[in-house]
C-alpha cells in the first residue's frame, strides 16, 4: 500500500441559491407567490412594489394638498372684516374658554380629524368573517334545550361522532360503555351516573329534530326518513314515499321498480311521484354547512380571440405586483465603504436584484408553456372538449427546448382563464387511444364523447358500458369496456342500472 496523487475530470451541477430561488417561484401557485412576494418587500427594504409606491405618491400629493388648502384658509381669515371679528368675539365669550370647534362637529376643510374618522362608521368597511361548524351548530341548539347535564354529556360525544355528511359513526352500546368506564374509574360511584340505552337512545332522537333535517341520523335509510316525517306537505305521495324507504329501500338503491311495484301494488306514475319526492331529499345533511373556507382560484394566464380571430396568451399582471428598486437607499450605496451598514444595503441590494429576475424568468416560462399548450390544443378553443388532442409533458418540453422536469412545475396549480372557463393547465394533458383510421384520440375527448352519450340516452333503457364501447367503435373509437367504465366513474357517473329511472 502507498498513497499517490491522482487527477479527475467530472461534471457536477450546483444548486446556487439563486438556482433554488428561481427552482421554487417557478411551482408556486399564485397565492402562494404572493405570499411569497409580499414577505420579500417586508424584509428587504431595497425591494418596493408599484402599489406601495403609488400608495406613497399620493400620500406625498395629499400632504401637499393639505398643506395649500391651510394657506388659503390662512389668508382668507386675515381678510376677514371688523363685523366678523365681532361676532366671532361674541360667540367666544359664551363658549367656556376650552371649548374646540370639533366638539361641536365643525371639522375645518382640508384637515383631517382623527376623533371624527373614529365615529365616521364606515358600514362599508370589511369587518372580517365568521365561520360556524357543524359542531357549533349543533352544540349551539343543545345550549338552548333545558337539559341534565348527563343528558347535555350525552349529546356532546353523540355531536363529536357526527361525520361531515352529517351521519352518526358510533354506535349507542359504545357511549353506554363510555360512561360505565368512566364510573369504574371513579370513587364516588353514584346509581344516578349510570347510563342506560334507552336514555342514550332518546337524546339521539333529539339531535335528529335539529337543523339542519336528518341530521344525526345513523345510515342513509334513516337520514331519508327523518326528512320524510319532517316534510310540511303529508299527503298520499309524501306518505308512500315515507313508506318506500320504511320497506323498499333496498330496491330503491338498486332502482329494481320492477319489483317496487310488484310489492306495493302501485301505479308506475303514483311510484314515479313518490321516487320524486326522495330524491329531493339531501342524502348528506351536514354538507349544508361549510367546514372549510372557499379557496377562489386566480388565473395566471389569459386566453383571448382577437379581432383577426387569433387566438393570444397573456399574463395576468393583475395578479401580482410589479418589482423596483428602492432608489432612495440605494443611492446610500457607497462602493468602498465596508461598514455594516453599507454592507447590509450592498446585500440587500443584490438580493432583491435576483429577485426581480427570477420573477421574470418564472413570468416568461409559464407564458411561453401555456402559449405552446394553446396552439396544440387550438381544436378544444375552437370546439369545445370533444376536440382535444392527445398531449404529454415531453410534447411540450421538446417544442420549448426544455426539460420535462420544468414543464411539469410550471403546468401544476397554475390557471387558465379562457372563454370556456379556469382550467388548470396539467387539464390539457392527456394520454391518447387509437383509432379504426390508425390515428389517435384523446382520452379527455373520449370522456366528452362518453358523457354526451349518456346525456342523451334514454332514461328508461340507460347505455351499459358494452353499448357504450358499440358506440364508440362506430365512431372510430377502438376502446374497450373496462376503459369506458373506468371513464365513466373518474366523471362520477353511475352504472346504467342506477341512471334508470320511470318514464
Not at 346509581?191 to 335528529?208: C, D, G, R, S, W
Request: net charge negative; glycine share 4%; with cysteine.
Amino acid at each position: 500500500m502507498k498513497q499517490s496523487l491522482q487527477l479527475k475530470i467530472s461534471q457536477s451541477l450546483t444548486m446556487t441559491p439563486q438556482l433554488q430561488q428561481a427552482i421554487k417561484l417557478l411551482q408556486l401557485s399564485n397565492i402562494d407567490l404572493q405570499a411569497e412576494i409580499q414577505e420579500i418587500l417586508d424584509s428587504n427594504p431595497l425591494l418596493d412594489s408599484e402599489t406601495s409606491l403609488e400608495a406613497s405618491s399620493n400620500e406625498t400629493e395629499a400632504q401637499i394638498e393639505a398643506q395649500t388648502d391651510n394657506d388659503i384658509k390662512q389668508s382668507h381669515s386675515d381678510e376677514k372684516d371688523t363685523t366678523e371679528q365681532l361676532a366671532s368675539d361674541k360667540i367666544s365669550d359664551e363658549l367656556s374658554t376650552d371649548t374646540q370647534w370639533e366638539d361641536w362637529g365643525y371639522v375645518s376643510q382640508g384637515v383631517t380629524s382623527s376623533h371624527h374618522n373614529s365615529d365616521d362608521g364606515n358600514h362599508f368597511e370589511y369587518q372580517g368573517e365568521t365561520s360556524e361548524s357543524l359542531r357549533d351548530k349543533l352544540q349551539w341548539q343543545i345550549e338552548m334545550m333545558n337539559l341534565s347535564e348527563i343528558d347535555k354529556t350525552i349529546a356532546t360525544i353523540l355531536i363529536d361522532a357526527i361525520d361531515e355528511r352529517g351521519y352518526v359513526q358510533t354506535s349507542l352500546d359504545d357511549v353506554v360503555a363510555m360512561f360505565r368506564s368512566d364510573n369504574s374509574e371513579s370513587r364516588d360511584l353514584n346509581e344516578e351516573n349510570i347510563v342506560e340505552t334507552e336514555e342514550i337512545e332518546a337524546v339521539l332522537h333529539l339531535l335528529q329534530s335539529f337543523e339542519p333535517a336528518g341530521i344525526a341520523a345513523r345510515d342513509l335509510q334513516e337520514c331519508l326518513l327523518i326528512q320524510t316525517r319532517r316534510l310540511e306537505q303529508q299527503d298520499e305521495t309524501h306518505k308512500l314515499a315515507e313508506k318506500l324507504i320504511e320497506t323498499q329501500f333496498n330496491f330503491l338503491s338498486s332502482r329494481n321498480y320492477r319489483q317496487i311495484l310488484k310489492n306495493m301494488g302501485i301505479n308506475e306514475q303514483q311510484l314515479k311521484a313518490a321516487v320524486e319526492v326522495i330524491q329531493s331529499l339531501n342524502p348528506r345533511p351536514g354538507n349544508q354547512i361549510s367546514q372549510n373556507t372557499a379557496q377562489y382560484v386566480t388565473p395566471d394566464v389569459q386566453v383571448k380571440k382577437d379581432n383577426k380571430g387569433h387566438w393570444t396568451v397573456e399574463l395576468n399582471n393583475a395578479s401580482t405586483p410589479k418589482l423596483t428598486i428602492n432608489s432612495d437607499y440605494a443611492s446610500l450605496i457607497k462602493r468602498a465603504d465596508n461598514s455594516k451598514d453599507n454592507v447590509y444595503l450592498k446585500n440587500n441590494l443584490q438580493d432583491a436584484k435576483w429577485f426581480i429576475k427570477s420573477l421574470q424568468s418564472r413570468n416568461e416560462t409559464l407564458l411561453k408553456v401555456a402559449s405552446c399548450i394553446v396552439s396544440k390544443q387550438i381544436g378544444f378553443f375552437e370546439y369545445g372538449e370533444e376536440a382535444m388532442k392527445p398531449l404529454v409533458l415531453n410534447d411540450i418540453a421538446e417544442e420549448v427546448d426544455m426539460h420535462e422536469s420544468t414543464i411539469s412545475r410550471v403546468t401544476t396549480q397554475k390557471y387558465m382563464h379562457t372563454p370556456k372557463g379556469i382550467f388548470e393547465l396539467k387539464y390539457f394533458f392527456s394520454s391518447h387511444v387509437g383509432t379504426t383510421s390508425g390515428g389517435e384520440c384523446s382520452s379527455t375527448a373520449i370522456r366528452a364523447v362518453i358523457k354526451k352519450l349518456i346525456n342523451a340516452e334514454n332514461q328508461a333503457k340507460p347505455l351499459s358500458d358494452s353499448k357504450l364501447a358499440n358506440l364508440l367503435k362506430d365512431q372510430g373509437i377502438k376502446v374497450a369496456r373496462r376503459t369506458v367504465a373506468k371513464y365513466r366513474e373518474a366523471m362520477s357517473i353511475p352504472p346504467s342500472n342506477e341512471r334508470k329511472e320511470l318514464i
